[in-house]
């Protein structure tokens, strides 16, 4: 409960920082609806020639397409501008200041920098998972509108733990702004089902960048093809890289020396 | 000339030695270049599948092809100075580059040819797998690997100077992010990355043989992969001799007005 009130004064600030430069603003949520829309054209495009891919109904690759926009927009509402930061406080040795606080310094570094315009591409993505829904009609029914809302957790919460612990290796190497990069390159793929992908991408996908399962699944979860297997085995690996990552987290905080060493 | 024939060389050993410090830098442009064709090369692999192997004149092979094509031609002409450009305005950069004697262009030139020689050896290997995964089916003769070698140098001239335009906008918007990003997306769709523009619908396609986008990266990708017959690689050809001339003028043009309201602004 503190937490989201953090957050929320967070944002706040942020967005006051933010509402400084309007037309700016205003420029950044143009560009997300435009990269939206060209990516929904994509799809289209792609649909007007067949009626189904890999077993993708147009529907059901709306939904998946709105997962992305949701994935993509919180990575960039919470997480990228704050894990930035982070490492240039490690760089600097400002780091200390953020330990310090009175609070969870996990989360301080995941969240300090909410970048509010970002939002727009969540409620976008929103939207188009609205209307894929009513694409597919009574094929949704409560038990995927649960199964749906776990594996979409699950899924942002693989993301944030690869973020995690990409960015925590900056305690030793510092420099780690290229590995970033990898995953920036890999996030592109996460727009198509990662069925769709060859075997060496797909496995990819699925393990070392995981934002194809992360966007995949819980689109399954809507279309009714993820079984109960599916369902424990997305939760159970959740549990296991979120409990990962948090222990990565603390071994790099534990050697990190601070800036007057 | 001999004059500047001695500059470049200067120019190239200088540069070659300063882009040889990034190699990892070169490797992650790589994962860019490859990520994006292979995305959609799946998505239409997957399309074809679906409608029994073709779409359109398309097999799964041909899109192979296609997108293989399509990288390595992106990679060739790639193009990024407006996003440096805008920096260096801003910052007043710009002022001792202009001091000296060379124009900043050939400084550009360079770089950008010398990233394009440390980036291909590591780019190729990668194509060769991509194009044995998909079973790439190249139907190229022998006059198209001759028309090819033409396209692709309009297309690099014509991607490097268009992009030159846009990056002397920033003499007038400091906020050239937007206007590169608007030029990224109108690029995806209309210089062949989501589709070959023979797949677009009608009007779309239509707009995109209008645009110069497609001149900077589908037209030589589809000379090379085998796909265009004599009659329509001399269209293309053609347009991209128009449109290079065109952005040539609009770049001079945007180039001396800027310079004065750059000097205007006393940075």
């Known amino acids: 409960m503190r937490y989201l009130r953090l957050l929320a004064v967070f944002a706040r600030t942020e967005l006051q920082l933010a509402a400084e430069y309007r037309a700016n603003l205003v420029l950044d949520l143009c560009e997300e609806v435009i990269i939206v829309i060209s990516s929904l054209g994509a799809v289209l495009i792609l649909f007007t020639h067949t009626g189904v891919i890999n077993g993708w109904t147009l529907a059901q690759m709306i939904v998946l397409l709105g997962v992305y926009y949701i994935i993509q927009g919180a990575n960039s509402v919470l997480f990228e501008t704050s894990f930035e930061r982070f490492m240039e406080h490690v760089r600097l040795g400002t780091l200390d200041f953020i330990v310090i606080k009175p609070a969870n310094s996990q989360f301080l570094v995941s969240a300090r920098h909410v970048q509010v315009a970002q939002v727009g591409q969540i409620v976008l993505g929103v939207a188009m998972i609205g209307v894929g829904i009513a694409q597919i009609g009574e094929g949704v029914g409560v038990v995927q509108g649960l199964a749906f809302g776990v594996t979409l957790a699950c899924g942002l919460g693989l993301v944030y733990c690869l973020l995690l612990v990409l960015s925590t290796l900056a305690f030793w190497f510092v420099r780690v702004e290229n590995l970033l990069a990898i995953f920036w390159s890999f996030i592109d793929a996460g727009r198509f089902p990662v069925d769709v992908y060859p075997g060496w991408l797909r496995v990819t996908l699925s393990t070392v960048v995981p934002i194809g399962i992360a966007v995949t699944v819980p689109a399954q979860a809507i279309a009714g093809r993820l079984d109960a297997v599916g369902l424990v085995t997305m939760v159970a690996g959740t549990g296991l890289v979120w409990w990962f990552a948090g222990w990565f987290w603390k071994q790099g905080l534990r050697s990190y020396t601070g800036a007057s060493a | ?267």
């Open chain 2, 1 to 267: 000339m001999s004059r500047l024939l001695r500059i470049y060389r200067a120019l190239f050993v200088a540069e070659f030695q300063a882009a040889t410090q990034y190699r990892v830098q070169s490797i992650l442009w790589l994962l860019f270049a490859v990520i994006r064709p292979v995305v959609f090369l799946a998505a239409w692999s997957a399309a074809a599948n679906a409608q029994g192997g073709a779409i359109g004149d398309f097999t799964i092979g041909d899109f192979a092809a296609y997108y293989v094509c399509l990288s390595l031609v992106t990679q060739l002409t790639m193009s990024w100075d407006a996003y440096d450009f805008e920096l260096e305005v801003r910052q007043g950069k710009l002022s001792p580059k202009l001091l000296r004697p060379l124009h900043p262009l050939h400084y550009a030139v360079v770089s950008n040819l010398v990233f394009k020689v440390v980036t291909l050896p590591a780019l190729l290997p990668a194509l060769v797998l991509i194009a044995w995964t998909f079973q790439a089916h190249f139907q190229t003769q022998l006059w198209q690997l001759a028309v090819f070698v033409p396209s692709i140098l309009l297309a690099v001239a014509l991607r490097f100077v268009f992009g030159w335009v846009l990056a002397a906008l920033a003499f007038w918007t400091t906020r050239l992010h937007a206007i590169m990003h608007l030029y990224d997306r109108v690029s995806f769709i209309f210089a062949g990355q989501i589709a070959p523009l023979s797949l677009l619908p009608g009007p779309l396609a239509v707009l995109g043989y209008a645009l110069p986008f497609a001149y900077m990266q589908w037209a030589p990708s589809e000379i090379l992969r085998g796909g265009a017959t004599f009659d329509q690689a001399m269209l293309i050809l053609l347009a991209q001799v128009v449109w290079l001339g065109l952005s040539w003028l609009a770049f001079v043009g945007v180039w001396r007005m800027g310079l004065r309201e750059f000097s205007a602004v006393g940075a």
